[in-house]
């Protein structure tokens, strides 16, 4: 089992910056590729940044590529989303995710644990 703890989240003005943080614990808790996904009220949930096991290998949504930066750390297990020049659109509840499987990985059910969310709210 694998417990995913998201935090970070907040009000932000556009244009300004927030860095999430998602804790990752659990047995082999390093060996999962890690996501980030968001849900926007009244919207599916989409995915937004990959970050492979070994940290080499990252993906962005075409929305947030060139603003947003995945990363982790494996000791202690942690995955970070920097989030640069934010838009009233990157207004979400944002997840923390982890997938065994191998590849890219952009869709909600091909990841097998998650975390309860985090608010992100930009005003304009």
């Known amino acids: 089992q694998v417990q995913l703890v998201e935090s970070g989240g907040g009000l932000v003005q556009a244009g300004g910056s927030l860095r999430l943080s998602c804790a990752v614990t659990?047995?082999?808790?390093?060996?999962?590729?890690m996501g980030w996904f968001r849900q926007a009220p009244g919207k599916e949930r989409e995915f937004v940044a990959q970050?492979?096991?070994?940290?080499?290998?990252?993906y962005y949504a075409d929305s947030v590529k060139g603003r947003f930066t995945i990363s982790r750390d494996n000791a202690p297990n942690s995955v970070y989303l920097q989030m640069n020049s934010l838009e009233p659109e990157d207004t979400a509840v944002y997840y923390c995710a982890a997938t065994s499987g191998p590849g890219s990985r952009f869709r909600v059910r091909e990841y097998d644990y998650w975390g309860q969310g985090t608010q992100v709210t930009v005003s304009s």
């Open positions: 659990g047995r082999t808790s390093s060996t999962y590729a």
């Open positions: 970050i492979r096991r070994s940290g080499i290998g990252t």
